[in-house]
């Protein structure tokens, strides 16, 4: 089984900054794609950033500038530093990660942690 664990979700006021860590864990041969997602009230869940194995970024057009999604193999571990904050970014923040969990089966699947509340407001 395999447990992805978000940290980092905090209030903060317009234009601060916060950074989300996204610990995996468990039966991992290989993690490929990991993103953000995240889901506000009354609103669907939406994609926010997402890396690549190789390190290759896409963000939503929402927060390009402001945000940056990272990542760090050895620790099987993602972040995202987001930056000038603004109110509507206030949401349930979501890891997910695309985890092979066998050498011998090349098919990945995807895990999710149980979210994070950030919450922009002065």
């Known amino acids: 089984q395999v447990q992805l664990v978000e940290s980092g979700g905090d209030l903060v006021q317009p234009g601060g900054s916060l950074r989300l860590s996204c610990a995996a864990s468990?039966?991992?041969?290989?993690?490929?794609?990991m993103g953000w997602y995240r889901q506000a009230q009354e609103k669907e869940r939406e994609l926010v950033a997402s890396?690549?194995?190789?390190?290759?970024?896409m963000y939503a057009d929402s927060v390009k500038g402001r945000f940056t999604i990272s990542r760090d193999g050895a620790k099987n571990t993602a972040y995202l530093q987001m930056n000038s904050l603004k109110p509507e970014d206030t949401a349930v923040y979501y890891c997910?990660?695309?985890?092979?969990?066998?050498?011998?089966?090349?098919?990945?699947?995807?895990?999710w942690g149980q979210g994070t509340q950030v919450t922009v407001s002065s």
């Open positions: 890396i690549t194995r190789g390190g290759n970024p």
């Open positions: 997910n990660a695309q985890v092979r969990i066998s050498i011998y089966d090349d098919r990945a699947s995807d895990y």
């Open positions: 468990g039966s991992i041969f290989r993690i490929n794609d």
